[in-house]
């Protein structure tokens, strides 16, 4: 195998990557300062993808610059998909607050499961895959056996700059204070001031906004978003947050990309068929977690999210 | 004189009598023929089309003074459901009374029934179903078919590709029953003719990623890609191997050739080829006469991609009939010996399995956002070209 090649495995591999971080970030978030998983979070991906579409399909006749088109459809899905997470967070999550954490996680599949066929059913032609437009240059550099495309860069400079901006926020603000705040102690939280509703909304709004921004990026990434596509993203993503230490942000992006690695090596390396590459990457995140149960970066209880 | 006159009357009497006697002996024998076929449920659109397709092949018939036996079609509905499916074969083949039957659209009911039709050992030839294992999956002589599969369909795509100079493919197909075959059939024609698979991935259905296994297939520089699958995971795969810089001509099965792949694709579309059974009406030999007749009867439903099929397989079960006479065994023997009989779609011959195998074949090619038959195509004329040529 030359230097091109595998170049190129480590670009498709990033990209992935990349994606499912950002899915597992979000998964991460929700548990981190609720102990809620939130299964709905795949189909919310899908929903930011589509939202995205639907701007542009119905500003392409208006817009001809690319550019602008681009930065309106991300903010049509991000801030869909904002208001999407606080609506589930309002109406599914919040309310079941002293219910077993199961019934949270049943309702958040159940809603995903509606979302999902919602847009199949809703969207015009959407049991079909959709053209998604490709908005970022096309052009590419050929290097041997290695396809460097611009685009790619961009979506992963882009992506890497929102984890590190997510990071910031989370780190150096005060309202990033309050959250960790929040997924510390919520007794002691409230008592010292901090409005709790208030934090567990906007901690879903970022991580919804993580996952629209992952839908879009998986469309440009592709030009094809179908309505399925959040199914196996939302599983892929909550191995990787599991795998990482749920809770743990930085152990969502570590499984993330650790989880496309594997992927990539079951699908090119194995001497098994292709198809087979699910199955071993699923089958090395059950060994790792035999090995280490409470995640790769195990979460520990005085530094949450 | 009188008596004589009294004779004369008897006479007359009893000639008018066994002339009335011998009435029925000249006039035309009553033959049975069976058509099932999904009469309501969601593919009822096709299976009425067959149904009036192989009425009008009767009706055409029996319009005929030199035929010696009239025929009546027996219409029975199989539902496209495999146990509603095994009931009406049951009850047209118990009923000694039909001869033969124009059998089945919905592939997993014609495989469903073939064990009824050889225990009660009536003669059937399929209509519109395509898998294999209706004629291959058993030896039983009952059992033709007049359309074709997915073994012709990759025997055609595959002697296709070798003539416009392909000679090295990587296959990628999804790991159904359909993609599975179609992977199978087509490496197979393509060792026979001395070409060579670089490698085969077998994906999942739902997969999304396709960008590990086109990266490897990149490396091997193969001429054409085959993918044996359906329409969501080929826009998939076309627009990932754009994105990696493949540039292999893409090749796929009657699986993409939908307009949702050209919906999805847009302009990257063109130029993929793809293969499927029967052709357009207006490409088959009897096409036009079919259309014709088919329009005469003012049936108020099209006949549908299988309506000619069906007109088929009623029209040799009739010729053979004529042939034989209303037996089930001698049908069976001559059935057998069927080769290169004209029809409305093609010769037919039948091989040891009773499937037809010069079954009729269109090559499609995408241009200009739509899929074109090949010979129509400017692929063809050499005004556009495929990849790598």
Known sequence: MNIGLLGQYVINGMMLGMMYALVAVGFSLFFGVLDVIQFSHGDVVTGGAFAGLAVYLGLRGVLHSSSLLLVLVLMGAVVAMALLGIAIARGLVLPLRSAPALNTLLLTLM?????????RLFFPNGSQPQRFPPLLSERAIALGSLTLRVDNLLLLAAGATLIGGMHL???????????????????????????????????????????????VMNGLYYNEINFGMGLLLGVIGFSAAVLGGLGNIYGGILGGFLFAGLQTVGAVALPLASAYKDVFAFGVVILLMAWRPTGLIGERASERV | ???????????????????????????????????????????????????????????????????????EL????????????????????ADRSIVAGVTHYCSVVAVATVDTYHKLGLPTVVWGAVLPDVTYGHKYPEIHRVNGTMI?????????????????????????????????????????????ITSTFGVTADQQDFTAELTQIKSQKPQALYFGGLTPIGVRIRQQMDKLGLD????????????????????????????????????????KFFAEKYAEQKYGSAAEAYGPFAYAAANLLI???????????????????????????GKITFDDHGQNTVAIITKYVVQDGKWVPWEDSEYASGKRKLKGK
């Open chain 2, 74 to 93: 027996v219409m029975l509905d199989d539902e496209c459901k495999p146990d509603t499916g095994v009931q009406v074969a049951t009850k047209a083949a």
């Open chain 1, 111 to 119: 809603a995903g499961t509606v979302l999902r066929e919602s847009i």
């Open chain 2, 319 to 345: 010729d053979t009939i004529e042939k034989t006479g209303p037996d089930r065994g001698k049908v069976i023997a001559e059935l057998a010996t069927v080769k290169d009989k004209d029809s409305i779609v």
């Open chain 2, 1 to 71: 004189m009188l008596l004589i006159a009294r004779g004369a009357r008897w006479c007359s009497l009893s000639a008018l009598l066994i002339a009335s006697l011998a009435l029925p002996a000249l006039a035309k024998d009553t033959v049975k023929i069976a058509f099932i076929g999904p009469l309501t449920g969601g593919n009822s659109a096709l299976g009425i089309g067959g149904r009036n397709s192989a009425d009008l092949a009767v009706r055409l018939r029996n319009a005929d003074p030199k035929l010696r036996y009239r025929y």
């Open chain 1, 169 to 215: 926020f989370i780190t150096r603000t005060r309202l990033g204070l309050a959250i960790r705040a929040v997924a510390q102690d919520e007794e002691t939280a409230r008592t010292s001031g901090i409005p709790f509703r208030k934090v567990v909304l906007l901690t879903f709004a970022i991580g919804s906004v993580l996952a629209a921004f992952a839908g």
């Open chain 2, 152 to 196: 012709n369909q990759n025997e055609t795509a595959a002697n296709f590709m070798f003539q416009q100079g392909y000679r090295t493919w990587a296959v990628i197909h999804d790991t159904t029953d359909y993609g599975k075959g179609h992977n199978k059939y087509f490496s197979e024609n393509i060792n026979k003719l001395g070409g060579k």
């Open chain 2, 248 to 287: 292999a001509q893409f090749q796929g099965t009657s699986g993409i050739l939908s307009d949702d792949f050209i919906r999805g694709l847009g302009t990257l579309a063109e130029g993929t080829l793809a293969f499927r059974e029967g052709a357009p009406l207006e490409k088959l030999p009897g096409g």
